[in-house]
């Protein structure tokens, strides 16, 4: 039987992605900024299914390290939607990005720590995770010189339907042209080694849903689990670790924060090396959504959507039973 929901779906994501794509183009960033707000405001007057996921999600995320109320979340919710719309509004300028567009959207601090850690000609990995417009932060290192490798999983678009292949086939086009490289983790990690053997950038997401041998740690007082593979991946080459954010700003600029480099802490054995320095570094992700929470609810609400729709296998929370402890938060 077929299912009108995802036929309009598909209708709407084609109208976007192609005739409204070329559309916007031709229009300040700043306007672009609005109509995106504006999407915001519709989505959370009138998508419930939207609204309530973000609700349940970020609800259980601050359920143990918060006192935070239903009106606060209300808020966050808002926010959150609104920061998804933004940024869906920025990916339709992907192949439309330039030096003089990314330079006027987004400002670095702490570059001079990417530039001390290159020294070393071990190569660096920026580890940052799916946290505001992240997609976008790699651009302004690329068109500044820098050789920057984003890793990423697999696509999704084998479990998603055709119009996402179309979109995908037509974004990794337009990537081919931007002064970025992507290693997918279906290929050889002799591409990741080989990046860091010639002095370049790597851009890992610490939150990933692609993986092996996942390390449960402590994150927001609930059991999280993430992939050890940057930290290994750190150990084995000597590549310093940068924990690197965006984050936007009042006027829908964005601010990408490279820190100085992780300290990597040795253990007795490699595993608990590996989950000290897991657990090290999701504090300091927790840091960032504590203060900037409304830059995370949209990937919690998307991990969410797709897992519901097979696309996605695990979130953050994998096994967690947490529906009677949401249920109370939402009383």
Not at 283 to 294: A, L, N, V
Request: with cysteine.
């Amino acid at each position: 039987m077929v299912n009108n929901k995802n036929i309009l779906g598909d209708i709407f994501l084609w109208f976007v992605w192609f005739p409204f794509r070329i559309f916007i183009h031709h229009l300040p960033i700043k306007l672009v900024n609005l109509m995106g707000q504006l999407g915001g405001l519709a989505l959370y007057a009138f998508s419930r299914k939207k609204r309530a996921i973000m609700t349940e999600e970020l609800s259980f995320l601050f359920s143990h390290s918060s006192s935070l109320n239903q009106k606060e979340i209300k808020k966050m919710v808002y926010r959150g939607l609104q920061i998804f719309s933004k940024r869906q509004m920025e990916n339709l300028f992907w192949g439309k990005m330039s030096p003089q567009l990314i330079n006027r959207m987004i400002t670095i601090e702490g570059i001079a720590h990417l530039e001390k850690a290159l020294q070393n000609k071990d190569g660096a990995i920026l580890l940052t995770a799916h946290f505001g417009s992240q997609q976008i932060a790699p651009l302004v290192l690329g068109f500044k010189g820098y050789k920057v490798n984003i890793m990423a999983g697999p696509p999704l678009i084998e479990k998603q339907t055709p119009i996402h292949g179309k979109i995908f086939k037509s974004r990794s086009k337009e990537s081919k042209r931007l002064p970025i490289n992507f290693i997918t983790l279906d290929r050889s990690k002799r591409h990741l080694f080989r990046a860091l053997r010639n002095n370049e950038i790597l851009y890992i997401g610490f939150d990933g849903r692609e993986g092996v041998n996942w390390i449960p740690v402590d994150f927001f007082n609930h059991k999280a689990f993430f992939s050890p593979g940057p930290i290994k991946l750190s150990l084995k080459t000597r590549a310093p670790i940068l924990p690197t954010f965006i984050v936007r700003q009042k006027d829908d600029t964005h601010r990408l924060i490279i820190e100085p480099p992780f300290e990597l802490e040795l253990a007795e054995d490699e595993k608990k090396t590996l989950t000290l320095n897991t657990a090290k570094f999701a504090k300091i992700f927790e840091e960032y959504i504590s203060k900037y929470p409304c830059h995370y609810a949209m990937t919690l609400m998307r991990m969410k959507e797709l897992m519901q729709e097979g696309a996605l296998e695990s979130s953050l929370f994998q096994g967690h039973k947490r529906e009677v402890l949401v249920k109370n938060m939402l009383k």
